[in-house]
């Protein structure tokens, strides 16, 4: 789950300092490039970006995937061989940043926010995806974390299929948002089953873990919107950029992609709705829960007052010889059976009263 941001490590410092603001792995850098056209694949793993210059200015387009942004120095060396401005590093080293985009004329930068879900913890945790792209080159940074949401596009582009191999980087990049926007829905999928378990427990038996995991489910929504809304404006810039490393066929794509952005977008205010009106519901059961249990001790209470009334007119133990009041019940055989009797039937006859009048 997304927590709050602390103070960032740049903060005072000159603009265009290079410091990674997320936790140093031990893991090296992994680069994998592909490269390819329509008729020709080349996919190899690299162990320094010096190795990646020979793939600059091939006619074919070129993928550069980075798993680890902790060394600094390899982003150094891409930006003199890519021609990477200082402030666009900054913000790839920044993994708090807002979904975003930069047209810096010979490529375009832009960043997204990959989300996954936990099945056990029912939290979900986010990765930075930075994207560049220029006319036959996109590079993708990642957080070295396990796993991404890119399997399908690399398959695609191994076995040829779709248009994926006919077209440039432009289009490379629709289908990487694409792969991150369709992850979505997978997400909003599990948020809409605990909704409707959390639904379903707060009708049947509310208890004071519903409220937790309510709040938790609360925050999990609110973390959703701030990570994907950014991302709206990034595809409208991309539509509005007017840029010419943008195909005017391309363009419907991303289209799609923003159709998709709002669809997700809308979903989540939905869930947020629902939410909160489940919190009010909560509440307004244990309220309702508590009014019943004051009801019965009232009713309790009630029917006890005339009893205890009875039992203390009788339980006063007068001497009846040097009174003048007469009590024959106290000496009488049947007495006490007679107290009882009319207690008994003063509390039934309160009761049937109760129930008519419809109070319980």
């Not at 191999?165 to 948002?177: C, E, I, Q, S, V």
């Not at 995991?213 to 409208?236: A, D, M, T, Y």
């Not at 010889?321 to 006490?336: D, K, T, V």
């Amino acid at each position: 789950m997304g927590k709050i941001i602390k103070k960032s490590k740049s903060v005072g410092q000159p603009p265009g300092t290079l410091i990674y603001e997320g936790k140093i792995r031990p893991e090296d850098v992994k680069i994998t490039i592909f490269d390819y056209s329509e008729n020709e694949f080349q996919e190899k793993t690299v162990k320094s970006a010096e190795e990646c210059v020979p793939f600059k200015n091939k006619p074919t387009v070129t993928w550069i995937n980075i798993d680890g942004i902790h060394r600094i120095d390899i982003l150094q060396q891409l930006s003199q061989s890519y021609g990477l401005h200082h402030l666009v590093l900054e913000d790839i080293l920044n993994i708090n940043q807002r979904p975003k985009i930069e047209d810096m004329e010979t490529y375009i930068y832009l960043c997204a926010k990959m989300l996954s879900y936990d099945e056990k913890t029912k939290e979900i945790s986010e990765e930075q995806v930075s994207i560049l792209f220029g006319s036959n080159f996109l590079i993708t940074f990642q957080e070295e974390k396990p796993g991404d949401v890119f399997d399908i596009t690399r398959e695609r582009i191994r076995n040829n299929k779709g248009k994926i191999r006919k077209m440039g980087p432009d289009y490379l990049a629709y289908a990487l948002l694409d792969a991150i926007v369709d992850n979505y829905f997978i997400i909003m999928e599990n948020i809409s089953e605990r909704v409707e378990s959390l639904e379903e427990e707060l009708v049947e038996n509310p208890v004071p873990t519903t409220l937790h995991q309510l709040n938790g489910l609360k925050r999990n929504i609110i973390f959703l919107r701030k990570s994907i809304w950014p991302l709206r404006e990034v595809l409208s810039g991309i539509t509005r950029s007017g840029s010419t490393l943008i195909q005017e066929n391309t363009l419907i794509y991303f289209n799609n992609v923003y159709d998709h952005t709002i669809q997700v977008i809308d979903t989540i205010e939905a869930f947020r709705d629902i939410v909160s009106g489940m919190l009010d519901i909560y509440l307004s059961s244990l309220s309702n829960r508590l009014n019943q249990i004051m009801k019965v001790l009232t009713v309790i209470a009630t029917i006890f007052m005339p009893l205890t009334f009875i039992a203390g007119i009788y339980g006063m133990n007068f001497n009846t010889s040097a009174s003048s009041i007469n009590m024959p019940e106290l000496n009488w055989r049947f007495g006490y059976i007679f107290a009882l009797s009319l207690m008994a039937l003063t509390a039934l006859g309160m009761l049937s009263y109760f129930k008519k009048k419809n109070w319980f």
